[in-house]
C-alpha cells in the first residue's frame, strides 16, 4: 500500500518581534501553498517571534500575542494544507520553545525543545525550560516525529522518535550559519540516521536572514529512505519548495524538490556578510549606510560588501583627508567609488583637527606628539560622519577588521564609530582574500557590478592609517600573516602563548600581541556588532572580563 503527502517547506526571513508581520508571512505561504495542492507546511523555529528572540520571551506579552497569533492561523487549516510552525509557548507555569501543528482548523498537536543549546552563540536555557522526551504525532496515518533544532544534533530525542516507530522526521531550526557549520550538521545527523530502519525520511527546514551578529544561511534539505539528499535549498536565500513523498514498502521516496549548489568558501563568506549587514541596516529602518573611504583595503571592501548588500543608491562614501593623507589614498579612493558606482564626496578635516590642537595646546605644551594627537585625527572623521549619519540618515558603518580588534589598533569614538561592521569577524589576512576573490567572481552578488570593483592598488600596498608621515601598520605590528597566526591561536583555539612559541614563533611577539589582546578588551565592548564569520567571534562568542591579570605561560 502506497501513499503520497506533499510537503512545502518555507525557508524564510523572519524579523525578531514583529508578530503581526511574521503571521502575515505565514497566511501568505499557507494562500500560495494551497493553490500549489500542498498537504503539511514548514515554518522555522520560533517563526512567529523570529529567532533568536533572546530575553524578549521573558515578556508575558510576547508570549501572549505569539499565542494569539497561532490561534488566529489555525482556522485557516480547515480545508487546506496544515502547518508545523514554532513560537514560544507557556504552559503549566513554564515557558517553551515550541513546535505547533495546526490542522484541520485547530491546534492539534503540540511538542517542546528537549535539548536546549547553552554553549557558544547560544543560552536557551537562560529563557526555556526544556520539555520532556517527545513523543510522536499522528498524522494522515504518518507517524511524526517533530525534533526542534538542537534535539537532532545528539542521539537522545531521534533514538525516543525511532523506538515509537517513527517513521518521518521534520525538524524546523534556527541554525546559524559558520564556516564549518554544514560538516557539523552532517557529522550530526550520521550519528543517529543510519540506525534508523524501515521506512524514515528526514524534512529539514531552517531560517535564513540576519540577526544582529548572527547569519541564518537557510540551506535546508531533505533525506529519503536511502539516506542520499533530495532536496536543497538556496544558501542565504528565501525558498519555498514543494516536494511529493511517496511511501511503500521499500521506504519514502521523492518527487520534485530544488537541488540548489552548495555555497561554500570565500563565497559564503562574502554572502553572509552581505545578508548580516543588509539586514541590520533594512530590518532597523535605515535609508542606506555612510562610511568613511580613506583609500585602504578595509574601507574598500566595506564598500563592496555594502553595494552588494543594498545597491549602490544607498552607500555613500566620504572621503576625510588630513595632512597626511597620500595623493594615492585619494585617488584609489575616489576610483573605487567611481568602480562601485556610489556617491563619493571630500570633506577636508584639517580645520577641525587644527582647532583641537588649538584646544589642546595649555595642557599639551612642552610634550612630544604621540597617539593622542593621531587619535584626534580619527575622532575628527568619527565626528563628521555620525553628523551626516544624524543629519540624514544613513548608518555610520564602521570598517575595522577583527586583527585590528583584537590588538586595540582603533580608536574609541573614531574609527570605532557605526552602527555595524561587516568585517568584525574576518582577519586582515582574509580580508585581502576577500578582496582578491570579489574582484575575479565571475557573477555579481546580489545589486553590485561584477568585475574588479576594489581598485588593484588598494589590495597591493603597504596598509596604513596615515596619522603620521610614511606610517604603515607594520611599524608597530609583525607582518599580518605572522599576526593573524598568533591571534588565531590565542583566540580561536584558545592556546597558550608556548603552544605557539612550540609552533615557531617568537616568543617575545607572542607574549606582547597576547597582552595587547587582553588589554584591548574594554575597547571591544564599545565597539558596534558585525557578522559572526568563524569558530569565535568576539561578542556572543568570546565573552572576556574586561578587568584580567591572568596571562598563560
Known amino acids: 500500500m502506497t501513499q503520497t503527502v506533499k510537503i512545502l517547506s518555507a525557508q524564510l526571513n523572519p524579523v525578531v ?69 514554532g513560537l514560544p509557548w507557556r504552559q503549566d507555569g513554564l515557558l517553551h520553545n515550541a513546535v505547533a501543528l495546526l490542522d484541520e482548523g485547530r491546534v492539534s498537536a503540540l511538542r517542546y525543545k528537549h535539548d536546549l543549546p547553552n554553549y557558544s552563540v547560544f543560552d536557551e536555557k537562560r529563557v526555556f525550560a526544556p520539555g520532556p522526551l517527545p513523543d510522536i504525532v499522528a498524522w494522515r496515518g504518518i507517524r511524526l516525529g517533530l525534533p526542534v533544532c538542537e534535539d537532532i544534533w545528539s542521539a537522545a530525542v531521534p533514538d525516543a522518535l525511532i523506538a515509537q516507530g517513527c517513521d518521518m522526521m521534520i525538524s524546523i531550526n534556527g541554525s546559524p550559519w559558520r564556516r564549518t557549520i554544514e560538516a557539523e550538521r552532517r557529522g550530526a545527523f550520521a550519528r543517529w540516521f543510519d540506525r534508523w530502519t524501515g521506512p524514515k525520511a528526514l524534512i ?39 516536494v511529493s513523498w511517496t511511501r511503500s514498502a521499500a521506504g519514502w521516496s521523492s518527487e520534485g524538490g530544488q537541488q540548489a549548489r552548495p555555497v561554500t568558501g570565500l563565497e559564503a563568506d562574502w554572502q553572509a556578510m552581505c545578508r548580516g549587514l543588509g539586514d541590520y541596516v533594512t530590518k532597523n529602518g535605515f535609508p542606506g549606510i555612510v562610511l568613511g573611504m580613506s583609500g585602504g583595503i578595509d574601507s574598500a571592501i566595506s564598500a563592496a560588501i555594502a553595494v552588494d548588500a543594498l545597491g549602490a543608491d544607498k552607500v555613500w562614501a566620504v572621503m576625510l583627508p588630513s595632512k597626511y593623507t597620500s595623493a594615492e589614498s585619494l585617488e584609489d579612493a575616489k576610483d573605487c567609488a567611481r568602480r562601485l558606482g556610489i556617491r563619493y564626496d571630500i570633506f577636508d578635516v584639517e580645520p577641525a583637527i587644527a582647532s583641537f590642537g588649538q584646544v589642546l595646546a595649555p595642557a599639551f605644551a612642552g610634550t612630544e606628539p604621540d597617539a593622542s594627537e593621531e587619535n584626534i585625527q580619527s575622532r575628527a572623521r568619527g565626528v563628521v560622519l555620525m553628523a551626516l549619519s544624524n543629519k540624514f540618515g544613513p548608518m555610520v558603518l564602521s570598517t575595522g577588521n577583527k586583527s585590528e580588534m583584537a590588538v586595540g589598533y582603533a580608536t574609541l569614538y573614531g574609527d570605532m564609530n557605526g552602527g555595524f561592521n561587516a568585517l568584525k569577524d574576518v582577519y586582515k589576512t582574509e580580508v585581502y582574500e576577500l578582496a582578491r576573490w570579489r574582484n575575479e567572481a565571475r557573477d555579481p552578488v546580489g545589486f553590485g557590478p561584477a568585475g574588479a570593483v576594489i581598485t588593484p592598488r588598494i589590495i597591493t600596498k603597504a596598509p596604513s592609517a596615515e596619522l603620521r608621515p610614511d606610517q604603515t601598520d607594520q611599524d608597530s605590528l609583525p607582518p599580518y600573516d605572522i599576526l593573524d597566526a598568533i591571534l588565531y591561536g590565542l583566540i580561536e583555539d584558545e592556546k597558550a602563548p608556548r603552544d605557539l612559541v612550540a609552533e615557531g614563533h617568537d616568543a617575545e611577539t607572542v607574549r606582547r600581541i597576547e597582552n595587547l589582546l587582553y588589554r584591548a578588551e574594554y575597547k571591544r565592548r564599545q565597539a558596534p556588532p558585525g557578522v559572526k564569520i568563524g569558530p569565535k567571534n568576539f561578542g556572543r562568542d568570546r565573552r572576556y572580563p574586561m578587568t584580567n591579570r591572568f596571562r598563560a605561560d
Open 17 to 85: 518581534g514583529d508578530v503581526a508581520g511574521n503571521l502575515a508571512r505565514a497566511r501568505d505561504v499557507h494562500a500560495d501553498a494551497r493553490a500549489r495542492g500542498a498537504d503539511l507546511i514548514v515554518f522555522p523555529e520560533l517563526f512567529l517571534i523570529g529567532y533568536p528572540p533572546e530575553d524578549l520571551v521573558l515578556k508575558p506579552a510576547t508570549v501572549e500575542a505569539c499565542q494569539r497569533a497561532l490561534e488566529s492561523l489555525a482556522p485557516l487549516t480547515a480545508d487546506g494544507p496544515a502547518i508545523l510552525i
Open 204 to 242: 529539514f527546514v531552517n531560517q535564513i536572514g540576519g540577526q544582529d551578529e548572527l547569519v541564518f544561511d537557510g540551506a535546508s534539505f531533505s533525506l529519503g529512505s536511502n539516506g542520499v539528499e533530495c532536496q536543497r535549498l538556496p544558501a542565504f536565500e528565501e525558498a519555498m519548495d514543494l
